[in-house]
């Protein structure tokens, strides 16, 4: 059974202002954490930080929330690209209240995929419980 | 604790003002205090954490974002006189927002 289901979508353009200065980028540092900011760095941050920012926000959606509205923290939402994202190999980690957050509802199957394209990146979650 | 003058408050406002006027390409005149972030200029997550970053260096905060998540929880942002009054709130008190009623 669905018990949550999230998906976004972002311009890659609008994150090209925080990768000139990837390293030192207060904003990269708010919202990933530095595995994640290593694993990007090893690949192609220009393709990791948006398809990562729309797996961070379509999470929050599949748990029925915004990060505002749930206390989750962004950092909570780990995705860790095990080859380049052209491959599609990469593996989830949830902890903090986002984990606290999938217990309640049985700690479901988290089903995801992305996709992009010159111009955009899109994210989507299916949590399914058997 | 950071004290808020007058002149902080205003300079608050400008900026929050100019930062959606330019990314929403509105007339900063059309934006007020009652003008609904996300309804009436279709602000999104990303401008926000942009505004967040650019108050961090311009005053040099120390503010978690996981903070600020949890202060929204008791006190929803959704119109831009409630995203001031929180950005004043966050200059002046910085992680210690989240002690605040």
Same mark, same amino acid.
């Given at each position: 059974?669905?018990?949550?289901?999230?998906?976004?979508?972002?311009?890659?353009?609008?994150?090209?202002?925080?990768?000139?200065d990837?390293?030192?980028?207060?904003?990269? =540092?708010?919202?990933?954490?530095?595995?994640?900011? !290593?694993?990007?760095?090893?690949?192609?941050?220009?393709?990791?930080?948006?398809?990562?920012?729309?797996?961070?926000?379509?999470?929050?959606?599949?748990?029925?929330?915004?990060?505002?509205?749930?206390?989750?923290?962004?950092?909570?939402?780990?995705?860790?690209?095990?080859k380049?994202?052209?491959?599609?190999?990469?593996?989830?980690?949830? =902890?903090?209240k986002?984990?606290?957050?999938?217990?309640?509802?049985?700690?479901?199957?988290?089903? =995801?995929?992305?996709?992009?394209?010159?111009?955009?990146?899109?994210?989507?979650?299916?949590?399914?419980?058997? | 604790?950071?004290?808020?003058?007058?002149?902080?408050?205003?300079?608050?406002?400008?900026?929050?003002?100019?930062?959606?006027?330019?990314?929403?390409?509105?007339?900063?005149?059309?934006?007020?205090?009652?003008?609904?972030?996300?309804?009436?200029?279709?602000? !999104? =997550?990303?401008?926000?954490?942009?505004?967040?970053?650019?108050?961090?260096?311009?005053?040099?905060?120390?503010?978690?974002?996981?903070?600020?998540?949890?202060?929204?929880?008791?006190?929803?942002?959704?119109?831009?006189?409630?995203?001031?009054?929180?950005?004043?709130?966050?200059?002046e008190?910085?992680?210690?927002?989240?002690?605040l009623?």
């Amino acid at each position: 059974m669905v018990v949550g289901c999230g998906i976004d979508t972002e311009e890659r353009l609008r994150f090209s202002k925080h990768l000139s200065d990837f390293e030192q980028s207060e904003f990269i =540092s708010m919202i990933f954490t530095e595995l994640e900011k !290593d694993c990007f760095k090893t690949f192609d941050v220009e393709l990791c930080v948006p398809i990562a920012f729309c797996f961070k926000e379509a999470m929050f959606k599949a748990l029925g929330n915004s990060w505002t509205t749930s206390g989750i923290d962004w950092k909570d939402l780990e995705i860790i690209f095990k080859k380049n994202p052209t491959e599609k190999e990469f593996e989830i980690k949830i =902890s903090g209240k986002a984990a606290e957050m999938l217990a309640d509802i049985g700690n479901p199957q988290v089903i =995801s995929n992305y996709e992009f394209n010159d111009e955009t990146a899109i994210f989507e979650i299916i949590l399914n419980n058997e | 604790m950071a004290v808020i003058t007058e002149d902080i408050k205003k300079e608050v406002r400008d900026i929050v003002l100019d930062f959606f006027a330019e990314e929403c390409e509105v007339e900063k005149s059309e934006i007020n205090d009652t003008t609904h972030i996300f309804n009436d200029l279709e602000g !999104d =997550s990303l401008m926000f954490l942009e505004l967040i970053e650019i108050f961090k260096k311009k005053y040099n905060l120390n503010i978690d974002l996981k903070t600020i998540g949890k202060y929204s929880l008791k006190h929803p942002v959704r119109t831009i006189g409630e995203l001031i009054n929180m950005q004043i709130l966050i200059v002046e008190h910085e992680n210690n927002i989240i002690n605040l009623d």
